[in-house]
C-alpha cells in the first residue's frame, strides 16, 4: 500500500489521462460492436477494476478492444441475442483461466522485436488517421473502428476524404485549442513544476474544449458542436437505475454449439490480443519490467468471467490505452485501476457532464498518443539497423494499417520468420576459394533448411580441384545435410574433386562415409 501512495504523484495524472482516453474507445467499440454503449462501460471497468488488481503487469490497460468488434457483432447475431452472447465471454474466460494454467503465455516470447515495434507505430499512425475526421468534425463513426476496411464498406480514407469536404469550424478550433495546450505541456519548463505533474494536460484540453464550446453557443451558435459532435453516455437517474440496466447472461443455453464456438474463438483471439499488447508495452515500459504472461491469462480470463456476468463486453489487454498509460508517465497499475474507478464514478455520478465533451478534444488527445508511438526517429532506428529487421517493421506497418492488428501482426511475424531463416541460410554454411582450393565450412547447427545452399555450393566447386569441408564447430548436422555430403564425396573422384574432411571428434567421422580422405592442412 505504502508503495503505491508513493507513485500516486505519476500514476493519479495518467489514469486521468487514461480516463480519457478510454471513455470514447468504450463508447466507440460498443456501438461499432452492435451493443448498447454501457456494455462498452462496464468492461472498461472490469478491465480496469479487476483485471488492474490481478494482472502482474504494471503498465498494460484491459477493456474492450477494437480487434474484437467483428467477433462480437458476428457473435450477437448468430446467437440472436445479447444474453445468449453473454454466456459465450463467460465461458471464453473460462477457456482463458485455463491456458494461463497450461501455461500458453510462453506464445509471446516468439514474437520478433522488429514485428512489435512495427504494431506499435502501426498504432499510433492508425490513432492519428482515424482521429483526423473527430478532429475536423466529421463524426460519422464511432471512435472504435480501428480496421482498414469498416462496416460502412468505406475505408480509412476514404474517411479522411469526407471528413475534408465536410469540416466543422468549431471542432477545428477546439481541436486545434487542445493540441497547443500539449505542446505547451511537453515543454521542459511546464515539466520541470511541481504543480503541473498533478494537472494532466489532457484533462485541460477537455476542459477548454467544454469551455470554448459553451462560449460558441453564447456568442458564435454557428460553430457550436452538438449532437453526434459531442460524447454521448446514457443518463441514468440514479446509481441503481444503471445495474437494473445490464443484461444478464442467458445460462439456459449452453447446450448450443454456437455458444462455445463462439466461447473458443473469443478466447483465442482476446488472448493472442493481450500477449501482443504486454509484450509491446513491455518493450516501451521506461523501467524495462517483464510481465508473467501466464499470470495475464489468468487475469484475462477472470476479467472476462465477470464482465461477462455483469453485462459487459469481453476485455482484453489494449495497446492504445496501454500506451497512453506509459506516455502519460504511469509507474505502477495503480494508474490502471483508478482509471477504470473514474469510469465507474464517471457513469453513475456525472454522465451529463461527460456529455459536454467534444470529440475533437479527445481526438487532440489521440492524435498526440499517435504520434509518441509512430516518430519518425523510430522509423530511423530500425533503418540504421539493417534490412533484416527494417523490412519485416515496415511489413508489419503496411499490413496492420491496410487490413486489421491481428491479421498485420500475422503477416509481420512470417515476414520476420522469412529473414531468420534467410539470415540462418547465409551463416550456417561458409564458402571461400583460396587458389584452386576450396573451404566450405559448418556453423553451429546445419538443418534440411541449409540443404539448398549446400547444393549450390556444390556446384560451384570446378572439376579437378580440391575441397576441405569443416566440420569442426557443428554442435548439430541433420541426416540431409549428411546425405548430400555423402553423395558429393562418392561422386567426386569422376570429377577429380580431393575432398578432405576436417572432424571435431573421431566421433563425428560417423556423420559422414569415410573413404580414407586425409584431412587438409
Not at 482463458?96 to 499512425?125: E, W
Not at 515476414?415 to 571461400?432: E, M, R
Request: glycine fraction near 8%; charged fraction near 15%; proline fraction near 5%.
Amino acid at each position: 500500500m505504502h508503495r503505491f501512495f508513493k507513485t500516486a504523484g505519476a500514476d493519479f495524472p495518467a489514469s486521468v489521462v487514461v480516463f480519457l482516453v478510454a471513455l470514447p474507445l468504450c463508447l466507440g467499440v460498443a456501438v461499432a460492436s452492435d451493443a448498447a454503449p454501457v456494455t462498452g462501460i462496464v468492461a472498461g471497468v472490469v478491465g480496469g477494476l479487476i483485471v488492474g488488481l490481478l494482472s502482474g503487469s504494471q503498465l498494460s490497460v484491459s477493456g474492450p478492444a477494437a480487434g474484437l468488434t467483428a467477433i462480437v457483432a458476428g457473435g450477437i447475431a448468430k446467437l440472436q441475442s445479447y444474453e445468449v452472447f453473454l454466456l459465450s465471454v463467460v465461458l471464453a474466460g473460462v477457456f482463458q483461466l485455463g491456458l494461463g494454467y497450461l501455461k500458453a503465455g510462453i506464445i509471446g516470447d516468439y514474437i520478433p522485436n522488429s514485428v512489435i515495434k512495427g504494431m506499435l507505430a502501426a498504432i499510433g499512425l492508425i490513432l492519428i488517421l482515424k482521429q483526423i475526421p473527430h478532429f475536423l468534425g466529421y463524426d460519422a463513426d464511432p471512435e472504435g473502428q480501428e480496421s482498414f476496411l469498416q462496416p460502412d464498406k468505406k475505408n480509412t480514407f476514404t474517411e479522411l476524404v469526407e471528413a475534408i469536404l465536410h469540416p466543422s469550424l468549431g471542432a477545428i478550433i477546439v481541436g486545434l485549442a487542445g493540441s497547443a495546450i500539449l505542446l505547451v505541456f511537453e515543454r521542459p519548463f511546464i515539466k520541470s513544476k511541481r504543480i503541473f505533474q498533478w494537472i494532466p494536460g489532457p484533462l485541460l484540453v477537455v476542459l477548454s474544449g467544454i469551455g470554448l464550446n459553451y462560449w460558441f453557443g453564447r456568442s458564435l451558435p454557428q460553430w457550436q458542436l452538438q449532437g453526434d459532435h459531442l460524447v454521448v453516455l446514457d443518463v441514468f437517474a440514479a446509481p441503481a437505475a444503471f445495474f437494473r440496466s445490464l443484461p444478464q447472461p442467458a445460462f439456459g443455453q449452453w447446450l448450443q454449439p454456437a455458444v462455445w464456438t463462439t466461447a473458443i474463438t473469443l478466447a483465442i483471439v482476446a488472448s493472442l490480443e493481450t500477449l501482443l499488447s504486454i509484450e509491446a508495452v513491455d518493450k516501451i515500459d521506461p523501467a524495462k519490467r517483464i510481465s508473467p504472461t501466464n499470470r495475464e491469462l489468468k487475469a484475462q480470463g477472470i476479467g472476462n468471467i465477470v464482465s461477462g456476468l455483469l453485462g459487459g463486453l469481453p476485455v482484453t489487454s489494449v495497446i492504445v490505452r496501454s500506451s497512453a498509460n506509459v506516455t502519460a508517465g504511469a509507474k505502477t497499475k495503480l494508474s490502471a485501476i483508478l482509471h477504470g474507478l473514474l469510469l465507474l464514478s464517471a457513469v453513475l455520478f456525472i454522465p451529463g457532464l461527460l456529455n459536454l465533451i467534444p470529440k475533437a478534444s479527445l481526438a487532440a488527445i489521440l492524435i498526440f498518443t499517435g504520434y509518441k508511438l509512430a516518430k519518425v526517429s523510430l522509423f530511423k532506428e530500425y533503418y540504421h539497423k539493417g534490412m533484416t529487421q527494417f523490412l519485416p517493421f515496415v511489413i508489419t506497418v503496411v499490413a496492420i494499417l491496410f487490413t486489421d492488428l491481428l491479421v498485420g501482426i500475422m503477416v509481420g511475424i512470417l515476414a520476420g520468420l522469412y529473414f531468420v531463416l534467410q539470415s540462418n541460410f547465409k551463416s550456417a554454411i561458409f564458402f571461400i576459394k583460396d587458389d584452386e582450393r576450396y573451404l566450405i565450412r559448418f556453423r553451429k547447427e546445419v538443418s534440411f533448411l541449409n540443404k539448398g545452399l549446400l547444393k549450390k555450393v556444390i556446384e560451384k566447386i570446378p572439376d579437378n580441384s580440391a575441397v576441405l569441408i569443416d566440420a569442426t564447430k557443428s554442435e548439430f548436422i541433420d541426416r540431409d545435410i549428411i546425405d548430400l555430403v555423402n553423395d558429393f564425396i562418392v561422386n567426386a573422384d569422376t570429377r577429380g574433386i580431393r575432398v578432405y574432411l576436417k572432424y571435431q571428434s573421431n566421433d563425428a567421422r560417423s556423420f559422414f562415409e569415410d573413404k580414407n580422405k586425409r584431412v587438409m592442412q
